[in-house]
């Protein structure tokens, strides 16, 4: 058995950790006044920003397309692989999980392994994460499969926009009508459904960033404090690394037992929530479905952070 890892771009991967775990990463097209750039190759994270805020027309964005995605089955099955792990943002911001589900059904060369992860960006990453140091340590499919159920299980996120009219515009926010009409410096509390549909919907409003901070703070403290795993997070953010890293300098000092990282929301995350919007992403700590020699841990029980 030869196991291979596939994701797309909306996971925001660094180019070390993808060769680190040998994951392949397919782009996500935008589609902007009439051109197509693929994700972070034809446009980087920095000048779509840059773009962004000067645009007259804004961006759109589409879906790996089903000719593209067999493009990258081809070279795994070329390479001799006998399965492939196909981890994608969320169902409910894309339909790209649709096409590699009826492709897996259609392809007898290979095992495809569809895996919906019902989130994007740094929880994504976690799973694809997950994935490459399982297969690395000589998982099987049946394993990996469960820990990247088991990893969801534990998932949850929180994030603010500086602008909700992106999401109201895309169509990506699943409960918009309810801010038609809206008092001036209103700060919606988002998060994204990873344990049922995997949408993004408004679950409180502040009045003020600094309320919303504290608000989302004490989620993150209620919702992680007695799990019987440790934790780890990632604060993200669209090109505000002023913010980003007074969360990071904060939850660090607060919350010394469980690890942080940072990542980014990259160009095809960013045309749907805009600049300055603000994320952390937390879960089980990866760590802790391996052994102190690197094996996996097999027959895992978890608890969810919403439980």
């Known amino acids: ?182 008092l001036f410096k209103i700060k919606p509390i988002l998060s994204i459904d990873v344990q049922k549909t995997g949408h993004i919907s408004a679950i409180a409003k502040e009045r003020q960033y600094k309320r919303a901070y504290i608000h989302v703070q004490a989620d993150f403290k209620r919702l992680t404090q007695n799990m019987p795993y440790p934790i780890q997070s990632t604060i993200f953010d669209a090109l505000d690394p002023k913010r980003r890293d007074e969360w990071l300098e904060d939850y660090e000092r607060k919350f010394p037992a469980d690890k942080f990282y940072t990542s980014i929301i990259g160009p095809v995350v960013g045309v749907h929530v805009g600049q300055h919007t603000i994320a952390m992403i937390w879960c089980r700590n990866i760590n802790s479905y391996f052994n102190k020699d690197g094996n996996p841990i097999e027959n895992i029980n978890s608890k969810t952070v919403n439980d």
């Open 1 to 182: 058995m030869k196991i291979g890892i596939l994701t797309d771009s909306s996971a925001y991967l660094t180019t070390e950790q993808c060769k680190k775990y040998d994951i392949g990463v397919i782009p996500i097209p935008i589609v902007w006044d009439g051109k197509t750039y693929r994700d972070l190759i034809d446009i980087s994270y920095k000048d779509f920003y840059k773009k962004l805020a000067n645009a007259t027309v804004l961006p759109t964005t589409s879906e790996p397309s089903v000719g593209e995605f067999k493009k990258y089955v081809n070279q795994y099955i070329k390479n001799n692989y006998t399965d492939l792990i196909v981890i994608t943002l969320s169902s409910g911001l894309s339909g790209f999980y649709n096409t590699v589900v009826s492709t897996a059904k259609e392809e007898k060369r290979i095992n495809i392994h569809p895996f919906d992860c019902r989130i994007t960006c740094a929880g994504q990453a976690d799973a694809v994460l997950l994935a490459g140091r399982l297969i690395q340590s000589g998982a099987n499919v049946d394993l990996i499969m469960h820990d990247l159920v088991d990893l969801r299980n534990t998932m949850d996120v929180r994030f603010m926009v500086d602008n909700l009219n992106y999401l109201k515009r895309t169509g990506r926010l699943s409960n918009a009508a309810s801010f038609v009409g809206t």
